[in-house]
């Protein structure tokens, strides 16, 4: 049995899931993971896609060809592997979909987002899938700010209702030709699943503990192209609300949980926290130095590198 | 509901202007911002469409894969109501089936039917080398190449989901061909030639009763040298120039080949889509030379 740590909840599972915080202790977990039966259907639906169904407490995500996940109460994922599923399919599904719906199901507000630690606080790098935020993140360790979060993060609140980011991302997941540009042959470990050419890779710099941080600046991704020049500017604070529920991590969800409120409340505490920009820059490997240096810019001018670390 | 209609092209063969033309129907006082198009309609190897729905990562699937869930994405995309009458989408992908043998696009289950818009392979050469930054011949090779894909990389993620196309000729028998959705032929050359009714009688087809006032006034925001002059002043949002800063409206026009390419150029793309050429009506070299002689 394996112990993870993630948005600071303990994980049990019986199949291993590269990437996260190995949790110790035999307390009961918060969230248990297990092989077992999954029904291919879910009858009276509250609401449904093509491969999914849902009812308040339950939540059923079919992956063609890979397995079904079953969700129940935000506490348990039960998985069945079709027969055509490899090795390790499993554990990039559990990360790459289930465990950010689980998350949604417990009404915790959940991002698509890649982060570094900047004195002390979490910077956050939101976007779609394919929008760099992996890459950035990690070129960010390369230049020594540590890798709090890679592809999904949990925002939770301390007792004066100021954001709080946990540290969950341990491997950062690129593809081969991001890990050649950014030279970390040597620091590449094994395929996220056999079939891509998407590897986990071991940062430069990881969040030495698993301490909650503060939030700090939340930058959504664009690619600076056509009328879009490279920039990072803020948005008001409507659109800036926009911005962080279309970068929840299953934005689609949030309406069929009713959870609308809890990201209309995020913008207002991100706002007064860290603040959220929209960074604009060109989808190329050698714009990436020039893009840490606005970041570095950006963040002497809003006192962000300021303070005691 | 909100009646899905493809618009279905080889790439370079006039979609997006088609898509400007309809986008610009709405306009009353100035063009339509080229750059304010995306949320209209979007493209069927999109991924955010493809997230949304099936709420996965695509990143993390083969191009197979996804392939074999893009079908259940477009029968949710028909299902939706986006308070519109029609929603054009565009797809590049040649009409073909996943490796579980339903048609990718899902036949009637999907879109209602179809527009295809082709173009002169020969016209379609130089505009796919500048787009892809390629040459000419290398632009010639991929229109003769049946496994020739849109964003098929492997080693990153490509924008956007994998495209089939086949080879040009291939493309349009494919759509053609098929026998799941009606499909209206459209040539670029009879829309340059002939803009506003030919776009008229596409829309009709597609089910949307449109006025020559309203298509003429359309045309006349969507006209090429204004397309350009807002491209010029502020880019194309769908559109990554490298170096050079090349056009993405570049030339737009009809029978430019016969100034672009080589004798020996023509003749590659005559022997190699001959047939297809001569099915859409596009007289080729040797035809003339009869023609000329009789």
Same mark, same amino acid.
């Given at each position: 049995?394996?112990?993870?740590?993630?948005?600071?909840?303990?994980?049990?599972?019986?199949?291993?899931? $590269? #990437?996260?915080?190995?949790?110790?202790?035999?307390?009961?977990?918060?969230?248990? @993971?297990?092989?077992?039966?999954?029904?291919?259907?879910?009858? !009276?639906?509250?609401?449904?896609? $093509?491969?999914?169904?849902?009812?308040?407490?339950?939540?059923?995500?079919?992956?063609?060809?890979?397995?079904?996940?079953?969700?129940t109460g935000g506490a348990a994922i039960t998985y069945q592997p079709e027969p055509e599923a490899a090795p390790g399919d499993i554990a990039a599904f559990l990360t790459g979909a289930t465990f950010g719906i689980l998350l949604h199901q417990r009404g915790l507000v959940v991002l698509h987002a890649s982060g570094v630690a900047v004195n002390g606080h979490a910077v956050l790098f939101l976007g779609p899938s394919g929008a760099g935020k992996s890459t950035l993140a990690t070129a960010l360790a390369?230049?020594?700010?540590?890798?709090?979060?890679?592809?999904?993060?949990?925002?939770?609140?301390?007792?004066?209702?100021?954001?709080?980011?946990?540290?969950?991302?341990?491997?950062?997941?690129?593809?081969?030709?991001?890990?050649?540009?950014?030279?970390?042959?040597?620091?590449?470990?094994?395929?996220?699943?056999?079939?891509?050419?998407?590897?986990?890779?071991?940062?430069?710099?990881?969040?030495?503990? $698993?301490?909650?941080?503060?939030?700090?600046?939340?930058?959504?991704?664009?690619?600076?192209?056509?009328?879009?020049?490279?920039?990072?500017?803020?948005?008001?604070?409507?659109?800036?609300?926009?911005?962080?529920?279309?970068?929840?991590?299953?934005?689609?969800?949030?309406?069929?949980?009713?959870?609308?409120?809890?990201?209309?409340?995020?913008?207002?505490?991100?706002?007064?926290? #860290?603040? &959220?920009?929209?960074?604009?820059?060109?989808?190329?490997?050698?714009?990436?130095?020039?893009?840490?240096?606005?970041?570095?810019?950006?963040?002497?001018?809003?006192?962000?590198? /300021?303070? /005691?670390? | 509901?909100?009646?899905?209609?493809?618009?279905?092209?080889? =790439?370079?063969? #006039?979609?997006?202007?088609?898509?400007?033309?309809?986008?610009?129907?709405?306009?009353?006082?100035?063009? &339509?911002?080229?750059?304010?198009?995306?949320?209209? #309609?979007?493209?069927?190897?999109?991924?955010?469409?493809?997230?949304?729905?099936?709420?996965?990562?695509?990143?993390?699937?083969?191009?197979?894969?996804?392939?074999?869930?893009? =079908?259940?994405?477009?029968?949710?995309?028909?299902?939706?109501?986006?308070? !519109?009458?029609?929603?054009?989408?565009?797809?590049?992908?040649?009409?073909?089936?996943?490796?579980?043998?339903? $048609?990718?696009?899902?036949?009637?289950?999907?879109? !209602?039917?179809? @527009?295809? @818009?082709?173009?002169?392979?020969?016209?379609?050469?130089?505009?796919?080398?500048?787009?892809?930054?390629?040459?000419?011949?290398?632009?010639?090779?991929?229109?003769?190449?049946?496994?020739?894909?849109?964003?098929? /990389?492997?080693?990153?993620?490509?924008?956007?989901?994998?495209?089939?196309?086949?080879?040009?000729?291939?493309?349009?028998?494919?759509?053609?061909?098929?026998?799941?959705?009606? &499909?209206?032929?459209?040539?670029?050359?009879?829309?340059?030639?002939?803009?506003?009714?030919?776009?008229?009688?596409?829309?009709?087809?597609?089910?949307? !009763?449109?006025?020559? /006032?309203?298509?003429?006034?359309?045309?006349?925001?969507?006209?090429?040298?204004?397309?350009?002059?807002?491209?010029?002043?502020?880019?194309?949002?769908?559109?990554?120039?490298?170096?050079?800063?090349?056009?993405?409206?570049?030339?737009?026009?009809?029978?430019?080949?016969?100034?672009?390419?080589?004798?020996?150029?023509?003749?590659?793309?005559?022997?190699?889509?001959?047939?297809?050429?001569?099915?859409?009506?596009?007289?080729?070299s040797a035809d003339e030379g009869v023609q000329q002689a009789v």
């Amino acid at each position: 049995m394996y112990r993870y740590r993630i948005a600071g909840l303990t994980v049990s599972s019986d199949v291993e899931i $590269p #990437g996260l915080h190995a949790a110790a202790g035999d307390e009961a977990a918060d969230v248990a @993971i297990a092989l077992g039966a999954v029904q291919e259907r879910m009858d !009276e639906a509250a609401a449904s896609g $093509p491969n999914w169904a849902m009812t308040p407490g339950a939540f059923l995500l079919r992956v063609p060809g890979i397995a079904r996940f079953w969700l129940t109460g935000g506490a348990a994922i039960t998985y069945q592997p079709e027969p055509e599923a490899a090795p390790g399919d499993i554990a990039a599904f559990l990360t790459g979909a289930t465990f950010g719906i689980l998350l949604h199901q417990r009404g915790l507000v959940v991002l698509h987002a890649s982060g570094v630690a900047v004195n002390g606080h979490a910077v956050l790098f939101l976007g779609p899938s394919g929008a760099g935020k992996s890459t950035l993140a990690t070129a960010l360790a390369q230049r020594g700010y540590p890798l709090v979060t890679d592809d999904f993060c949990v925002v939770g609140a301390d007792g004066a209702g100021r954001p709080l980011i946990h540290p969950d991302g341990r491997l950062p997941k690129l593809w081969a030709q991001a890990i050649r540009h950014l030279d970390l042959a040597d620091r590449q470990g094994a395929a996220v699943r056999g079939r891509l050419s998407k590897f986990y890779v071991e940062p430069p710099q990881v969040a030495a503990s $698993p301490a909650p941080l503060p939030c700090g600046p939340v930058y959504a991704l664009r690619e600076a192209r056509g009328p879009v020049r490279p920039g990072i500017e803020r948005p008001n604070i409507v659109d800036a609300a926009l911005l962080l529920r279309r970068n929840a991590y299953r934005a689609r969800l949030i309406k069929q949980m009713g959870q609308d409120e809890l990201y209309f409340r995020l913008a207002a505490a991100v706002g007064n926290a #860290g603040g &959220v920009f929209q960074l604009s820059r060109e989808l190329d490997f050698a714009a990436m130095p020039r893009v840490i240096d606005a970041l570095e810019r950006h963040w002497a001018e809003i006192g962000q590198l /300021a303070g /005691a670390a | 509901m909100t009646r899905l209609v493809w618009l279905a092209s080889y =790439p370079k063969s #006039g979609n997006t202007w088609f898509r400007l033309l309809a986008a610009n129907l709405s306009a009353a006082n100035e063009p &339509v911002d080229i750059n304010d198009m995306g949320e209209r #309609g979007g493209i069927a190897s999109g991924r955010d469409a493809f997230e949304f729905h099936t709420l996965l990562d695509s990143g993390l699937l083969t191009h197979d894969e996804a392939d074999t869930l893009r =079908p259940r994405v477009y029968e949710s995309m028909a299902r939706e109501d986006d308070g !519109e009458d029609l929603r054009l989408v565009k797809a590049h992908d040649a009409y073909l089936t996943t490796a579980l043998g339903e $048609p990718l696009l899902v036949g009637a289950r999907g879109a !209602e039917r179809a @527009i295809l @818009i082709v173009r002169d392979p020969r016209d379609v050469a130089p505009s796919l080398a500048n787009h892809r930054k390629i040459g000419l011949d290398a632009a010639i090779d991929f229109m003769a190449d049946p496994t020739a894909c849109f964003a098929a /990389a492997t080693r990153a993620q490509p924008l956007q989901l994998r495209q089939r196309l086949l080879d040009w000729s291939g493309h349009a028998a494919s759509w053609l061909d098929q026998a799941d959705l009606p &499909v209206h032929l459209v040539r670029y050359e009879d829309l340059r030639l002939a803009t506003s009714a030919t776009f008229v009688a596409a829309m009709a087809f597609a089910g949307r !009763e449109v006025s020559v /006032a309203d298509a003429e006034r359309a045309v006349e925001f969507a006209r090429f040298d204004r397309l350009q002059a807002q491209e010029r002043e502020r880019g194309f949002i769908e559109w990554r120039p490298r170096g050079g800063g090349a056009l993405f409206f570049r030339r737009g026009e009809a029978q430019a080949w016969r100034r672009e390419l080589t004798a020996e150029q023509v003749q590659r793309i005559e022997s190699a889509h001959g047939p297809m050429m001569r099915r859409l009506g596009y007289a080729l070299s040797a035809d003339e030379g009869v023609q000329q002689a009789v």
